[in-house]
Each structure stands twice: as structure tokens, then as C-alpha cells.
């Protein structure tokens, strides 16, 4: 808004969404469709609500998790019409703008955040690596010295995630698909194992792929008594929740965002934000950070509405690695960091430019 676009705001999460935060920007003249804890039903008609109005006509989209591009895409589909692109800063949202893409579906242009350095190593893992013990402690004041974790995934918010336990203390399993963060994950001291082998000991589960059904029933009928369980990932369906809804099953709301999942026998289950985001639903998220995936989002959503006709067409585009580098190079001077510059013959030799961009765009 102050850059002067007008902007409508709904929630990317149930959980999401600070109240005193929508109230101030409300108050400011926002118009504002979230509010903390709505229902899914909610949740869809407030994103319904957010798009379709009398006399507005959104040019840009920015989202987190595709679910306003989907529904954009699937109630109102002529709103494209005028929509001059797309930014998304979710690995679960890009996945599906990929998709989209490969599909031939893809209408206008659009720009994956979460792959520029900027995301990806300050909110994903720098952000994650402080989140997780936010969420886990505000929520069950568990001590983590001693405790058996499997983390589900070795990407950035698993590496963040995983960094922080081992740090307190934590025994660390790690669970991976891909070689190489699997290997990454040796050598940074974790035994890579499959969930199945290690689910009747650990002491905490967390999620963090970006998949789905990556904790199944089977693997919550073998969990220990008080074993906790949540998702550092983006999709609620990490965690099949769905299949702990039965009536052999007794739900215990034991204080906000906790949930006893109670078996026939009396074990229990310790469910954190009914699956959903931890870090967005019982934590908060440094403002730090939100400073710098917020600039980032704005100048992805800058480039695109003043790029030319013709530079980027209906596909998925990474940000630009310069303005990567003037993102963090307008962060720097928060900790009184100082860059050396290249002299001509440095630059030169290395077929660099003295101002940047420094790294391909594919790092």
C-alpha cells in the first residue's frame, strides 16, 4: 500500500492470520478477509470474498500456497484477463504453478520467490531454525535435552529445523527421498533412516516436505503414548489428520492449538495446529525476516507489472539474481556489515561486474 497499490487480504492459513495485525491494516483501509482460527469453510469464502467484488479488478497476484491462484483459476478465470502475473513465495504454491505450466494451463507470467537465496536461506532456514523451538516450547514446554526427533525432509526448513534440535541437545533422525539432501544430512551428523524404522521411539515428529501423506495412520497407531506431532511444511496434508477423525478416536483440546489424540487404549498423541503450519500457527515470525521475504515479494511483483511486453511469457520465472543481492545489501547495514568491493583487475578476472549480480541465476 505504500507504494500505492491497493490491496484486498485474505489468509493463507487458518491459524495464520494475527488479529491485532488485520485490525491495524483494516484500520488503515485494507480490506481485510481473515481472521485467526476460521474453519475451512471460512477459509475458501474468504478468499471468494477477497476476489470477487463490484467494480475491482486485481492486476497482480501474490500468494503463499497457490490456493487464491487456484480458486482465481477455477471460479474466476476471466479475472486473468487483466492480471499482468503471479508471485509466489511457497514451495507447496510453485509446485503448483509448475504444474500449471507444464500442463499448458499457465496464463500470465509468474515469479518464484522461494527459490531466490533471499527466501530460501533467511525464511526457510535461518527463519525455521528459530520457529521450530518457538512453536514446540510456547505450545508443550517440552524439554528437548535427550529427546529422539525425526524430522521428515533435509531441505531448508529441514536443516533449520534440525539445526536447532541438535543444538538443545535433541537426538536427530532424518527421513529423505533425494540422494543428495540425504547425504548432506550424514554429514552434518544425522542418521538418515525411513520413518517406520525409528516411529516407535521418537519423542517428537515433524514434517517438513511439502508432500502429502508423508505421516499415515499406520505410522500414528505406532507412535509411542505422548509422542508430539507437527508440520513445518506448507500443506496440511503432511499429516493425514483426516484419518485420526473416526469414532474409535477421542479428540482432547487441552489449550490452544494442542490437540490429545486419544486411542482405544489410552495413548495418546499429541497433535500441534491440527497439522497445519506450526511455525505460521503457534509461533511468531520475526520481523526481520518478514522485512526481507516482504521486500522481496515486492520487487518480484515490481518487476513484472513494469517488465515490457514480451520479456517474460506464460511461465514460471526466478527472481532476477540482482535484485536477490540488492535485497540482502539493503539488509546489511542492520548488523554494521561492510562489503569489500572488487577492484578492476579482481573484476576482470573473475569476467565479473564490480556491482553484481555476483552469483549465476540458477545458485
Not at 488503515?28 to 474468504?46: I, L, R, T
Not at 483459476?73 to 504453478?97: C, Q
Not at 507470467?109 to 528459530?130: G, H, I, W
Request: hydrophobic fraction near 40%; glycine fraction near 6%; include cysteine.
Amino acid at each position: 500500500c505504500a507504494l500505492g497499490a491497493q490491496c484486498r487480504w485474505a489468509a493463507c492459513n487458518i491459524y495464520s492470520t494475527q488479529n491485532e495485525v488485520a485490525a491495524a491494516l483494516a484500520e488503515a483501509g485494507v480490506s481485510v478477509f481473515a481472521w485467526k482460527g476460521e474453519s475451512e469453510d471460512d477459509f475458501w469464502w474468504c478468499i471468494d470474498r477477497c476476489v470477487s467484488v463490484d467494480g475491482w479488478q486485481p492486476n497482480m497476484i501474490l500468494d503463499d500456497g497457490g490456493d487464491l491462484t487456484h480458486w482465481v483459476y477455477k471460479k474466476y478465470p476471466s479475472v486473468f484477463k487483466k492480471i499482468r502475473g503471479i508471485v509466489e513465495e511457497s514451495v507447496t504454491g510453485v509446485h503448483r504453478l509448475y504444474q500449471l505450466s507444464k500442463a499448458g494451463k499457465l496464463c500470465v507470467p509468474a515469479m518464484n520467490v522461494n527459490d531466490s537465496v533471499t527466501k530460501q536461506k533467511f525464511d526457510n532456514l535461518y527463519c525455521c531454525r528459530e520457529s521450530i523451538l518457538d512453536g514446540l516450547k510456547r505450545t508443550t514446554d517440552v524439554m528437548f535435552g535427550g529427546k529422539q526427533v525425526v524430522v521428515c525432509g533435509y531441505g531448508e526448513v529441514g536443516k533449520g529445523c534440525c539445526a536447532a534440535l541438535k543444538a538443545l541437545g535433541a537426538i536427530v533422525y532424518v527421513t529423505e527421498i533425494d540422494p543428495i539432501c540425504a547425504l548432506q544430512a550424514c554429514m552434518d551428523g544425522f542418521r538418515v533412516v525411513k520413518l517406520s524404522e525409528v516411529i516407535r521411539q521418537v519423542d517428537v515428529v515433524i514434517t517438513c516436505t511439502g508432500n502429502k501423506n508423508v505421516v499415515t495412520r499406520e505410522h500414528l497407531d505406532r507412535m509411542k503414548n505422548s509422542c508430539i506431532v507437527c508440520n513445518m511444511g506448507h500443506s496440511n496434508t503432511e499429516i493425514d489428520v483426516t484419518s485420526l477423525r473416526t469414532p474409535e478416536l477421542t479428540w482432547e483440546r487441552v489449550r490452544s492449538q494442542v490437540d490429545h489424540v486419544i486411542w482405544p487404549d489410552g495413548k495418546r498423541v499429541v497433535l500441534l495446529a491440527e497439522g497445519r503450519l506450526l511455525n505460521l500457527s503457534c509461533s511468531t515470525v520475526p520481523t526481520f525476516v518478514l522485512s526481507i521475504t516482504a521486500t522481496t515479494q515486492a520487487l518480484a511483483l515490481i518487476e513484472l507489472y513494469n517488465a515490457p511486453e514480451g520479456r517474460y511469457k506464460q511461465d514460471v520465472y526466478l527472481l532476477p539474481k540482482k535484485m536477490d543481492e540488492y535485497v540482502a545489501s539493503l539488509h546489511l547495514p542492520s548488523f554494521d556489515a561492510h562489503l569489500t568491493e572488487l577492484t578492476d583487475e579482481q573484476a576482470k578476472y573473475l569476467g565479473l561486474n564490480k556491482n553484481g549480480p555476483f552469483k549465476p541465476n540458477y545458485y
